[in-house]
């Protein structure tokens, strides 16, 4: 069998917020196959946020192991924590975070500037467009486009670099419910074509049933796993 | 990567705000603009003035009454004899030609028209040593000086005050202090001078002068004289010459010299020194207009680079590292100083062409000149301000920790 794309082990957390100690994460253990679709649930405060930063390499764990995709994700500095997120990890986020000012084509870029890919950085960029169908929209600033197809957006640019795993922040969040399925869909059905392996953080219920596993966060610890 | 990648974010950013960008810029234009301005009219001004000097007459020295500082007690006045002195070849090799001028003020006047102006009396060799040049007519000659004849020699503009034209009007007859002279020609135009316009002149020979018009105590006592060197590498050797000469006229001991002496060399020293004086005096007022400018920019910066926390955090979470945030902030500063003072060059070229179009109706024939140095220093200056001034704002971009930056809201 595969060895599991992510390995998480004891991985705790402590914020310091002035004198008080804060445990966002009390020994969460972890595994997720490759091509996996799974949920992360959890009320907020339950430690939803800093797992998905934990996992998608935003920050690193206070103590515990963590392995992504083979690479030892530990002691790393920022630049090669950055270097990570670039290669391995592709984020969809609730409020899309495109930037205003440039076109859905120079959005889906980005990520490749950073990689430092030189050559055919726009092709692939329309690719990645036209994968999740916005083809004829490559031209269009954020501004230009409706929350479903900004979204579409984020998407192609969390693809774009053929990451490990796509971790998606409550992708439906901001739109209603006909588009939030019309993304779930999307996303569900890229899983199924190029297996990338697909992590939604949610509270959702009916997005959550739709993924193969659901993880449950409560008070910093895995509370159960519905299969 | 590619280069131009930032610099094409950056402008398209700057564009965004374009009017935060143009107040902010504002400070660079300012400065540059005004040195360059200075620049150019400085620059303008040393070549007018170094211009006027060399038409003044070539290899001169001007031996002036009285000593180099007030310590010398009743100076002798110079006179005819010393200037005959200065003439004796065999004690003044190194001299070419000398001469001697009295000035004052006269009135002259033509049937209705009158004008007060500065009469000089003048010796044959004034005018090749001053480069006057008589156009219509004829120059004043050694028979005039012996006969004290009552001739005079008028300038275009005088002739123009007077007559209303300057041709066709050698043989007429003036009045100088109520005395007819005879106008025997008029002098070729020869433009603004150190001292006012030239070409606003009457010369009369010197001994009419003494006898008649600027009466004096002792009757050949001169003003100045002109002492034209052989060669340029003479100029040094004339003046040793011209000293010792004075002093055996004068019988005054070693040190106490009761004249002095200016060589043209002289006089642009101190031109130069007064010019370098005001590049400094430009050069603080640029410094502190380009730094509180570029505190203007690290201010703007300073908010941007939170008002984009948010679009820091995106980038950083899309793999940016501190280094290509830290180059798209650097980049957008220094771009925004350069273009600030590229305007301001501009700006300034166009105050410098202005006021020299001004002062050229008004009278002064000048040229601002804007060099190939003062633009490239200006560029590279405001760019280097802009970077400067951009490294906190963008070292805090940098080292913004990216889940806080994607939180912020």
Redesign the interface.
């Given at each position: 069998m595969d060895t599991p794309v992510i390995i998480a082990r004891d991985l705790t957390k402590v914020y310091k917020m002035g004198e008080m100690e804060v445990h966002a994460l009390r020994g969460v253990s972890l595994e997720i196959r490759r091509g996996e679709v799974v949920a992360i649930m959890g009320a907020s405060g339950s430690g939803k946020s800093t797992l998905m930063n934990t996992l998608g390499c935003l920050d690193l764990p206070t103590s515990g192991e963590y392995i992504l995709d083979g690479e030892v994700v530990a002691d790393l500095d920022d630049d090669q924590l950055a270097d990570i997120r670039n290669r391995k990890v592709g984020f969809v986020f609730q409020s899309f975070n495109l930037l205003p000012r440039s076109t859905a084509l120079s959005n889906v870029e980005l990520p490749l500037r950073y990689s430092h890919t030189k050559s055919g950085r726009k092709e692939k960029a329309r690719l990645a467009l036209e994968s999740v169908g916005l083809g004829d929209r490559i031209n269009h600033r954020p501004t230009e486009l409706s929350g479903g197809q900004q979204q579409r957006v984020a998407i192609a640019r969390a693809l774009v670099n053929n990451p490990s795993i796509v971790m998606a922040d409550e992708p439906t969040g901001n739109l209603d419910s006909k588009v939030g399925q019309e993304i779930m869909d999307l996303l569900l059905n890229l899983n199924k074509e190029s297996g990338t392996t697909l992590i939604i953080i949610t509270h959702d219920s009916k997005i959550a049933a739709q993924t193969e596993r659901v993880i449950r966060l409560h008070d910093g610890r895995v509370l159960e796993e519905v299969a | 990567?590619n280069i131009w990648?930032p610099v094409i974010e950056a402008l398209?950013?700057l564009n965004?705000n374009k009017v935060r960008s143009g107040l902010t810029i504002l400070g660079i234009v300012i400065g540059v603009a005004a040195v360059i301005a200075m620049l150019a009219l400085g620059t303008g001004a040393q070549d007018t003035i170094l211009g006027s000097l060399s038409g003044i007459g070539t290899n001169l020295i001007f031996v002036f009454r009285g000593g180099e500082d007030d310590s010398i007690r009743n100076p002798e006045p110079l006179t005819m004899g010393d200037a005959e002195a200065l003439s004796d070849i065999f004690s003044a090799p190194s001299i070419e030609a000398v001469a001697p001028i009295l000035q004052g003020n006269a009135e002259i006047s033509y049937g209705g028209e009158a004008t007060t102006l500065t009469l000089s009396g003048v010796t044959p060799e004034f005018f090749p040593v001053r480069n006057y040049v008589v156009g219509e007519g004829s120059e004043i000659d050694e028979e005039h000086i012996l006969a004290r004849a009552s001739v005079v020699i008028l300038g275009v503009d005088t002739a123009d005050t007077l007559f209303g034209r300057h041709e066709g009007v050698v043989g007429e007859t003036v009045r100088i202090e109520g005395q007819p002279f005879r106008v025997i020609g008029i002098l070729e135009k020869r433009g603004g001078g150190m001292m006012g316009s030239e070409d606003e002149a009457a010369l009369v020979p010197i001994s009419t002068a003494q006898a008649r018009l600027l009466r004096r105590n002792p009757a050949d006592k001169v003003d100045v004289i002109f002492v034209q060197a052989a060669d340029a590498d003479l100029v040094s050797d004339a003046k040793e010459e011209i000293s010792e000469i004075l002093r055996r006229e004068h019988r005054t001991a070693v040190g106490e010299d009761d004249f002095s002496l200016m060589s043209q060399d002289d006089m642009v020293d101190t031109a130069s020194s007064i010019t370098g004086i005001l590049t400094i005096f430009i050069g603080g007022i640029a410094a502190i207009s380009l730094l509180v400018g570029g505190i203007g920019i690290m201010n703007i910066m300073l908010v941007s680079v939170t008002e984009r926390t948010?679009?820091i955090g995106?980038?950083?979470?899309?793999?940016?590292?501190?280094?290509?945030i830290l180059t798209q902030f650097l980049v957008e500063s220094s771009l925004l100083s350069l273009v600030g003072g590229l305007i301001g060059i501009l700006l300034g070229w166009g105050i410098g062409v202005i006021v020299g179009i001004v002062a050229t109706k008004s009278g002064t024939p000048f040229e601002p000149v804007v060099g190939l140095n003062a633009v490239l220093l200006a560029t590279l200056f405001s760019a280097a301000v802009g970077l400067f001034f951009g490294i906190y704002p963008a070292n805090r971009a940098a080292n913004l920790v990216?889940?806080e930056a994607?939180r912020y809201e």
């Open positions: - | 990567m990648q398209e950013s965004a948010r679009e995106l980038r950083k979470a899309l793999g940016a590292r501190k280094r290509d990216p889940v994607l």
